[in-house]
């Protein structure tokens, strides 16, 4: 089993910038890749971004990409994304999970997800 907790979301002025954190705990965090989703009201989940076991790879949906920056911390057993730029657009709950796969950008394939936090952003 493993824990995922985020933070870091909030209130924004366009153009401005976020950091979510996921923190996890249970089993062995460097096992898995990571991968940020988002749910605006109405509308499915999405994939942002994901990060492989060690880091390597990074994966971006094409709305965010130049924007926004994944990244994780092996030794805090934490996940990061990074937001720039933000518009409108970006509000939704943001969501961390994780997955045994090398990477992935499908929500189905991920095994533990967090509770989410809530990033809006005003125009």
């Known amino acids: 089993q493993v824990h995922l907790v985020e933070s870091g979301g909030g209130l924004v002025q366009a153009g401005g910038s976020l950091r979510l954190s996921c923190a996890a705990s249970?089993?062995?965090?460097?096992?898995?890749?990571m991968g940020w989703f988002r749910q605006a009201p109405g509308k499915e989940r999405e994939f942002v971004a994901a990060?492989?076991?060690?880091?390597?790879?990074?994966d971006y949906t094409d709305s965010v990409k130049g924007r926004f920056t994944i990244s994780r911390d092996n030794a805090k057993n934490t996940v990061y994304l990074q937001m720039n730029s933000l518009n409108p657009e970006d509000t939704a709950v943001y969501y961390c999970a994780a997955t045994r796969l090398y990477r992935s950008d499908h929500a189905n394939q991920y095994d533990y997800w967090g509770q989410g936090t809530q990033v809006t952003v005003s125009s």
């Open positions: 990060i492989s076991w060690s880091g390597a790879r990074t």
């Open positions: 249970g089993r062995t965090f460097s096992n898995y890749s």
